[in-house]
């Protein structure tokens, strides 16, 4: 159901490395734009987007066995 889907990747963002879980939060809970979350954590818009795509495949490789649970 879809509590349990949200609480599986609240328990997914928690695993994630500090740096990562910051992105994640900032863009998808906060709606922060790339350009504002470069300008709060003082890093290169570049930067800010690389490690948001890798916290969303880090992301996406924790909940695949939840995946693969919903399918049945």
């Known amino acids: 159901d879809a509590t349990e889907r949200t609480e599986n990747q609240h328990r997914a963002i928690l695993q994630l490395p500090e740096f990562q879980r910051v992105m994640v939060v900032l863009y998808h809970t906060e709606n922060r734009s790339y350009e504002e979350i470069a300008e709060l954590l003082d890093l290169p ?20 066995p939840d995946r693969e649970h919903f399918r049945r």
């Open 45 to 64: 818009i570049g930067t800010v987007k690389s490690r948001l795509n890798r916290a969303r495949l880090t992301l996406r490789q924790i909940l695949e």
